[in-house]
């Protein structure tokens, strides 16, 4: 059984930074490609960015573009998201999930099967 854990939450100043990891256990990361989903205070949780683990193609909200990154390590089992200027918005649980077709990205939370217990980020002064 595939089991993900994310780490790197915390609470951090607008226009600041985190990093979160998710380590994977179980199988070997190659297999899978892997989501990172948002879930804001009363709000659907909503994907963020994805990596394929084949070609290491990723994808990305309108929102996010140039200030997250995603990156996978896949000596370390483990994927990043790097997240630059950090605004209020950011704000929620941070959920990493993986998902079988390793080779296609999907920004359906319903395509992935294994998931994370999530990581809180807080942005504010």
């Known amino acids: 059984q595939l089991k993900l854990v994310e780490s790197g939450g915390g609470l951090v100043q607008p226009g600041g930074s985190l990093r979160l990891s998710c380590t994977v256990s179980?199988?070997?990361?190659?297999?899978?490609?892997v989501g990172w989903f948002r879930q804001a205070p009363g709000k659907e949780r909503e994907v963020i960015s994805c990596v394929t683990l084949t070609h290491g193609s990723t994808d990305y909200i309108d929102s996010v573009v140039g200030r997250f990154a995603i990156s996978r390590d896949n000596a370390k089992n483990t994927v990043y998201l790097q997240m630059n200027s950090l605004r209020p918005e950011d704000t929620g649980v941070y959920y990493c999930a993986a998902k079988t077709i390793a080779n296609l990205c999907s920004r359906f939370g319903v395509q992935y099967g294994f998931w994370g217990q999530g990581t809180q980020v807080t942005v504010s002064s």
């Open positions: 179980g199988n070997t990361l190659e297999y899978y490609a």
